[in-house]
């Protein structure tokens, strides 16, 4: 009890000293904005706490005063990004003022805080020309690069100044410039038997290809979408099973003496329970059917059929069973062992459920290569 008692103590005490705070040490740190909300804060629940007005008075004067210098010397820049800084100095000086007009109290010490609604539209407006100026001659360059940048600065104008002029279209047009086209042609595997077993990759691929986003500027197509849609693609993306071996078999026996000391082997009237040595030799059989393969990844530029990327994407799967026999005393085994002698030897999968447990690993691998790919993109 004594230590629960100690415990709400504290709690209490904590509490107690974090909602004493007046913002005099974020003041006297050069915070001033910190300050005011810490000041606010504490005369809403303590209205007449003479610190706090005290605090609040200095702190806001030399946060209004620290923001207004900012906007004159961002005013004189070069910064071409000028009015952005701007609109972030004029909307904090007037959520100041917001955070005083909800308190009572503190209207007796600022009765009269500032607000620049106008001075805001107009930075809001301005940031946003010049961001949209800039998509455009971003976009008049012609490339990939420049158009991704394109699409952000409309971007950027859309969340500064909502429907400026034509900024949607705009965004559409540097996307579409910007996105990388790839098609993605069907998965080659150099045998009719295997065809039906491969379509199992071919699906996983497909999909993943259809719900890849981590980066929105790549967007793969299949053969026949980009035919239908009359793509001209920037990249073909070729995979292929190039080399693959199914249901490669391996036995191994192994042979073990048994010997077993102090079991029952007999009984007399005389001696009663007879011990002896008991033997067997087991026969432990293990198999491993192995199948393995290497899918080629290449990456071709279209414009100049230049490999960009080629790479052997290894896969392997390995089904066991073991199994045993014994000729002997069964009392020489241990309960493990004489368990393996009544198993019989399983017949592995089918070829073509070996193919796709050799293809797991190779499309795990296909999956990161094309993600760290692609993402630079």
Same mark, same amino acid.
Not at 87 to 92: G, K, S
Not at 191 to 215: E, R, T, W
Not at 292 to 318: E, N
């Given at each position: 009890?004594?230590?629960?008692?100690?415990?709400?103590?504290?709690?209490?005490?904590?509490? *107690?000293? @974090?909602?004493?705070?007046?913002?005099?040490?974020? *003041?006297?740190?050069?915070?001033?904005?910190?300050?005011?909300?810490?000041?606010?804060?504490?005369?809403?629940?303590?209205?007449?706490?003479?610190?706090?007005?005290?605090?609040?008075?200095?702190?806001?004067?030399?946060?209004?005063? %620290? +923001?207004? $210098?900012?906007?004159? %010397?961002?005013?004189?820049?070069?910064?071409?990004?000028?009015? !952005?800084? &701007? *609109?972030?100095?004029?909307?904090?000086?007037?959520?100041?003022?917001? !955070?005083?007009?909800?308190?009572?109290?503190?209207?007796?010490?600022?009765?009269?805080?500032?607000?620049?609604?106008?001075?805001?539209? %107009?930075?809001?407006?301005?940031?946003?020309?010049?961001?949209?100026?800039?998509?455009?001659?971003?976009?008049?360059?012609?490339? $990939?690069?420049?158009?991704?940048?394109?699409?952000?600065?409309?971007? /950027?104008?859309?969340?500064?100044?909502?429907?400026?002029?034509?900024?949607?279209?705009?965004?559409?047009?540097?996307?579409?410039?910007?996105?990388?086209?790839?098609?993605?042609?069907?998965? &080659?595997?150099?045998?009719?038997?295997?065809?039906?077993?491969?379509?199992?990759?071919?699906?996983?691929?497909?999909?993943?290809?259809?719900?890849?986003?981590?980066?929105?500027? @790549?967007?793969?197509?299949?053969?026949?979408?980009?035919?239908?849609?009359?793509?001209?693609?920037?990249?073909? #993306?070729?995979?292929?099973?190039?080399?693959?071996?199914?249901?490669?078999?391996? @036995? /191994?026996?192994?042979? !073990?003496?048994?010997?077993?000391?102090?079991?029952?082997?007999?009984?007399?009237?005389?001696?009663?329970? @007879?011990?002896?040595?008991?033997?067997?030799? #087991?026969?432990?059989?293990?198999?491993?059917?192995?199948?393995?393969?290497?899918?080629?990844?290449?990456?071709?530029?279209?414009?100049? +059929?230049?490999?960009?990327?080629?790479? /052997?994407?290894?896969?392997?799967?390995?089904?066991?069973?073991?199994?045993?026999?014994?000729?002997?005393?069964?009392?020489?085994?241990?309960?493990?062992?004489?368990?393996?002698? /009544?198993?019989?030897?399983?017949?592995?999968?089918?070829?073509?459920?070996?193919?796709?447990?050799?293809?797991?690993?190779?499309?795990?691998? #296909?999956?990161?290569?094309?993600?760290?790919?692609?993402?630079?993109?």
């Amino acid at each position: 009890m004594k230590t629960s008692s100690r415990l709400r103590y504290f709690i209490y005490l904590s509490i *107690l000293i @974090v909602g004493c705070t007046t913002g005099k040490k974020a *003041l006297q740190k050069g915070n001033y904005d910190a300050s005011v909300s810490k000041a606010v804060d504490r005369l809403k629940s303590s209205p007449k706490n003479t610190e706090a007005l005290q605090v609040l008075g200095t702190a806001y004067d030399l946060a209004l005063k %620290d +923001h207004l $210098r900012k906007i004159d %010397d961002a005013k004189l820049s070069a910064n071409v990004l000028r009015w !952005e800084s &701007i *609109l972030a100095d004029y909307q904090q000086i007037n959520q100041l003022g917001d !955070e005083i007009n909800s308190c009572p109290s503190c209207l007796t010490v600022v009765p009269n805080p500032q607000r620049f609604v106008r001075e805001v539209e %107009d930075s809001r407006y301005k940031a946003a020309e010049v961001r949209y100026t800039l998509g455009i001659k971003l976009l008049n360059e012609n490339n $990939r690069v420049s158009a991704k940048n394109a699409y952000y600065s409309f971007e /950027k104008a859309q969340q500064l100044y909502p429907n400026y002029k034509d900024v949607k279209d705009k965004i559409e047009d540097a996307y579409w410039a910007a996105v990388l086209k790839v098609v993605v042609q069907p998965v &080659i595997v150099n045998s009719n038997y295997y065809k039906l077993s491969n379509q199992y990759f071919q699906q996983q691929v497909n999909q993943f290809m259809a719900d890849y986003q981590k980066n929105k500027f @790549v967007i793969f197509y299949s053969e026949q979408q980009a035919e239908k849609q009359r793509i001209t693609p920037d990249q073909v #993306l070729s995979l292929s099973f190039d080399d693959f071996v199914v249901g490669q078999t391996f @036995v /191994k026996e192994r042979v !073990e003496k048994l010997k077993r000391d102090s079991v029952v082997i007999g009984e007399t009237r005389a001696d009663g329970k @007879v011990y002896g040595t008991v033997r067997a030799t #087991l026969s432990i059989f293990d198999k491993k059917v192995s199948s393995s393969g290497l899918l080629d990844l290449t990456i071709t530029d279209w414009a100049s +059929h230049k490999i960009i990327k080629r790479q /052997k994407l290894p896969g392997t799967f390995i089904w066991q069973d073991t199994w045993a026999s014994y000729k002997g005393d069964e009392r020489a085994l241990t309960k493990q062992q004489l368990q393996l002698t /009544k198993r019989r030897e399983s017949l592995p999968p089918p070829p073509d459920a070996l193919f796709v447990e050799f293809t797991k690993p190779i499309y795990a691998q #296909l999956v990161d290569q094309i993600g760290y790919f692609y993402n630079r993109y």
